[in-house]
């Protein structure tokens, strides 16, 4: 028997995760995610697929965020007929993210056709609604620590923390054992609870999102606090851009702690994603992915009015502040966000609050570096707000806490592969691995091929053979 690992994404980017794990007569992909930002990199997401989708056995995926899940639609469309094993929680979110972002990719291609600011004609999405519900067809929710036997592959998912239902996906075959971790969560995540450790590997999959800093040892509700305070004080909106699955309710958890001490006014919260509302549903279904006891995740929505039409989301951006907005994304890249930004970036009394990763390429890295023209929906939209960056809210580990969670494993694996990163985090983190570690770690190049030669029942860790793009 021979397993070759291939890395179809991920690399030098924080998005389009997609790694082929095959044997001699079994290909299993793990994770299948959108490319995002920069425009070389979503022009990927339009080529065909590397390999043939009817091709492959089965596909993995690590949790619910499109940019591990948001290719699925287009894989099963082009002729995937084998089964998606996920996590139950994270089965059930990508109920609610797959169909929002073919509905979204639908309306943009209108917006792009009735206003003529597209070079094709007619302008089409990269996948439909309705692609989106044949993908959902093909999931097969499993539990945590549960061993799934793909032909000669078996995977298990461990708990990672990061949102509801994310996994570290471990595979396991006859020449031995890599260990992916998904988007590795937080210690300290005031929501979720922490990743478990790392077990023994031959080769481990890293992400490297933030390998190149660590998370300020600031109190992240304190800072949120201040600038709600300060903001509707004088009557300003607070714009809180925010990923509808995970971020949303960890902005939430902190408002509401900030209010039942007095520490922000008494102003009105909108959440503004119908996507967010429905997950709350989801999270109260797992109480025990995360730490927020029954009674304060109650708190948390009747904190907030939750807005669900369109009409409603409408009237907002008509009834002006003091107030705060949660709605989607958190990278700026889409939803209802941007017509908040739109009606209310201009006014230097409003405030826009980044509350996390921002990738090359899109609106929001745009902002954080200092931009103040963002182009919004075929026109360009003055920025006179305040902008704020809280990257302490991020959902993924530092690069510290990354390393910290590596030194748990009883073994130091074989080889070690880092993605999921910008170039600069993903060498930083290498070089702190082989200093803080000792060990090994590289980052592949996108098209790459390793040979897995080292078996699972030998002692010590495998070995890994690099071969030809």
Same mark, same amino acid.
């Given at each position: 028997?021979?397993?070759?690992?291939?890395? @179809?994404?991920?690399?030098?980017?924080?998005?389009?995760?997609?790694y082929l794990v095959e044997t001699d007569s079994t290909r299993v992909l793990v994770d299948c995610g959108l490319f995002q930002g920069y425009k070389q990199l979503r022009e990927r997401n339009w080529r065909p697929f590397p390999v043939d989708p009817a091709s492959l056995d089965a596909v993995v995926v690590s949790h619910a965020h499109l940019d591990h899940t948001g290719y699925l639609p287009a894989l099963v469309r082009d002729g995937f007929r084998g089964r998606i094993h996920a996590t139950t929680a994270t089965a059930e979110l990508s109920g609610l993210v797959l169909p929002d972002s073919g509905r979204l990719l639908e309306e943009q291609a209108e917006f792009r056709d009735r206003h003529h600011t597209s070079r094709h004609s007619p302008p089409l999405p990269l996948y439909t609604e309705q692609d989106a519900l044949a993908a959902l067809e093909r999931f097969d929710p499993h539990p945590f620590g549960h061993d799934l036997s793909l032909g000669d592959?078996?995977?298990?998912?461990?708990?990672?923390?990061?949102?509801?239902?994310?996994?570290?996906?471990?595979?396991?075959?006859?020449?031995?054992?890599?260990?992916?971790?998904?988007?590795?969560?937080?210690?300290?995540?005031?929501?979720?609870?922490?990743?478990?450790a790392l077990e023994e590997t031959d080769v481990l999959v890293s992400e490297s999102t933030y390998g190149d800093r660590r998370h300020p040892h600031v109190d992240a509700a304190k800072l949120l606090g201040d600038i709600v305070t300060d903001v509707c004080r004088h009557g300003g909106v607070v714009l809180l851009p925010a990923f509808a699955v995970g971020r949303a309710e960890t902005l939430l958890l902190h408002l509401s702690r900030l209010r039942a001490r007095d520490r922000i006014p008494d102003v009105p919260i909108f959440l503004n994603s119908p996507m967010a509302v429905n997950a709350s549903e989801i999270y109260a279904r797992h109480p025990e992915e995360h730490r927020i006891a029954p009674d304060e995740f109650a708190a948390m929505y009747r904190l907030a009015t939750l807005v669900r039409s369109v009409d409603e989301s409408k009237?907002? #951006? @008509?009834?002006?502040?003091?107030?705060?907005?949660?709605?989607?994304?958190?990278?700026?890249?889409?939803?209802?966000?941007?017509?908040?930004?739109?009606?209310?970036?201009?006014?230097?009394? #409003?405030?826009?609050?980044?509350?996390?990763?921002?990738?090359?390429?899109?609106?929001?890295?745009?902002?954080?570096?200092?931009?103040?023209?963002?182009?919004?929906?075929?026109k360009?939209?003055?920025?006179?707000?305040?902008?704020?960056?809280?990257?302490?809210?991020?959902?993924?580990?530092?690069?510290?806490?990354?390393?910290?969670?590596?030194?748990?494993?009883p073994v130091a694996p074989g080889s070690v592969y880092l993605t999921h990163g910008e170039p600069e985090a993903a060498d930083q983190l290498r070089l702190r691995i082989r200093r803080s570690l000792g060990w090994s770690a590289r980052v592949p190049e996108f098209g790459e091929t390793v040979a897995v030669t080292g078996t699972a029942e030998q002692a010590g860790p495998g070995r890994i053979a690099a071969t030809a793009p």
């Open positions: 028997m021979s397993t070759t690992l291939r890395f @179809l994404g991920a690399t030098d980017t924080v998005t389009g995760s997609r592959v078996t995977v298990r998912f461990v708990p990672a923390g990061h949102i509801l239902g994310a996994a570290q996906v471990l595979v396991r075959t006859g020449d031995g054992r890599i260990h992916f971790t998904g988007d590795l969560g937080r210690v300290d995540d005031p929501l979720m609870r922490p990743p478990v009237l907002l #951006n @008509l009834r002006g502040g003091p107030a705060v907005i949660i709605s989607a994304s958190g990278m700026l890249e889409g939803g209802r966000i941007l017509h908040h930004i739109d009606a209310y970036g201009g006014d230097p009394r #409003n405030a826009i609050v980044l509350t996390g990763f921002q990738a090359g390429g899109t609106r929001g890295a745009a902002l954080q570096r200092g931009e103040r023209v963002l182009r919004i929906h075929g360009d939209v003055p920025i006179r707000a305040q902008v704020h960056t809280l990257e302490m809210l991020s959902a993924h580990a530092d690069a510290a806490q990354l390393v910290d969670w590596m030194g748990t494993a």
